[in-house]
């Protein structure tokens, strides 16, 4: 009995043993992908009157509607930095932002506004001071300000701010998620208003529904409106007619191509990649089939 007492508790010791020297792996199946807290201080605007568009105002909404980000209230932030040399790091690690996007705009002489802005890792200018150091080109010990993703400056009319501003959402986006960003889309879509002359309306707007523009009316229904690549014209499905025909449109000359109008069915149109190429569903045999 006390044999097989001693048997026993050799083989657990042995087992602890060999758990005890065995590595040690952790294997992650899932994770939580949450939004990351990001600092977007309002620019510093060096000018009289208002701007034309809040360019952070804008960027934040972008980011957030992204749903890969989670700006700070302005009511929130600990300070409103306009360089990376003022940011207090510790203070806005403390609340678990890791960028802080800031920037300044002037107007130019000509009426333009000159917008500078920096995207800065305060993580990494907590851990350094903002002073880390690299040798340059000729052997000398230079501050490299690693800790400034980017630094950009652009000059920008007034009624395009609002469309730079989604171009620099891009730019954060790209930066921080490795991948492109798409704030500067724009969508197409119809309209219906019963009561008007032209109740068929087709319109253009950027991506969060601001810049809405009428491109083409009718009395008769619009359909399926598809973007070329290059976004300067537009494949769309018409009844002008009494039926179903596909037009190309150019929404800046507002010129129109007739691309088919066979018997019965004529839709879904979309263009190729390259552009170069459409296709489109019709139904010419009695069955519905893709040509191109």
Same mark, same amino acid.
Not at 172 to 184: I, K, S
Not at 229 to 251: C, T
Not at 271 to 292: C, E, M, N, R
């Given at each position: ?40 201080? =309002? ?71 000159? !917008? ?39 000059? %920008? ?5 609002r469309e730079y501003a989604h171009r ?18 724009? !969508? ?15 319109? !253009? ?9 009428? %491109? ?8 399926? =409106? ?39 069915h004529n839709g879904a149109p979309r ?9 489109? +569903?019709?139904?010419? +045999? ?7």
């Open positions: 009995m006390i044999k097989r007492i001693f048997l026993g508790m050799a083989l657990v010791m042995s087992m602890l043993a060999q758990t005890a020297n065995a590595a040690l792996e952790l294997v992650i199946t899932d994770g939580i992908d949450s939004a990351r807290p990001i600092a977007i201080v =309002p620019f510093k605007w060096e000018g009289e009157g208002k701007l034309p568009h809040d360019v952070s105002a804008v960027i934040s909404s972008d980011l957030q509607r992204s749903g890969k980000f989670s700006p700070v209230a302005t009511s929130k932030m600990p300070q409103t930095p306009y360089d990376a040399s003022a940011i207090n790091f510790e203070a806005w690690t403390s609340m678990g932002v890791d960028s802080l996007l800031t920037g300044s705009i002037e107007k130019n002489a000509e009426g333009n506004y000159e !917008i500078s802005y920096q995207l800065v890792d305060v993580v990494r200018g907590q851990l350094t001071g903002g002073k880390s150091k690299a040798l340059s080109d000729d052997g000398q010990l230079v501050l490299s300000n690693d800790h400034v993703l980017f630094k950009k400056k652009a000059t %920008v009319p007034g009624p395009r701010m620099i959402s891009d730019l954060v986006y790209e930066e921080l998620t490795g991948e492109r960003g798409a704030f500067l889309t724009r !969508i197409a879509y119809v309209v219906v208003k019963d009561n008007d002359e032209f109740p068929y309306q087709m319109r !253009i707007a950027d991506y969060d529904g601001y810049n809405e523009k009428l %491109v083409l009316r009718s009395k008769q229904p619009l359909m399926s =409106p598809a973007w070329s690549p290059d976004g300067k014209k537009l494949a769309y499905v018409s009844f002008q007619n009494g039926q179903a025909e596909i037009f190309i449109m150019n929404i800046y000359t507002g010129k129109r191509e007739k691309v088919t109008s066979f018997p019965r263009f190729s990649p390259d552009g170069k190429s459409l296709a489109i +569903t019709l139904s010419k +045999t009695g069955q519905l089939h893709v040509y191109s």
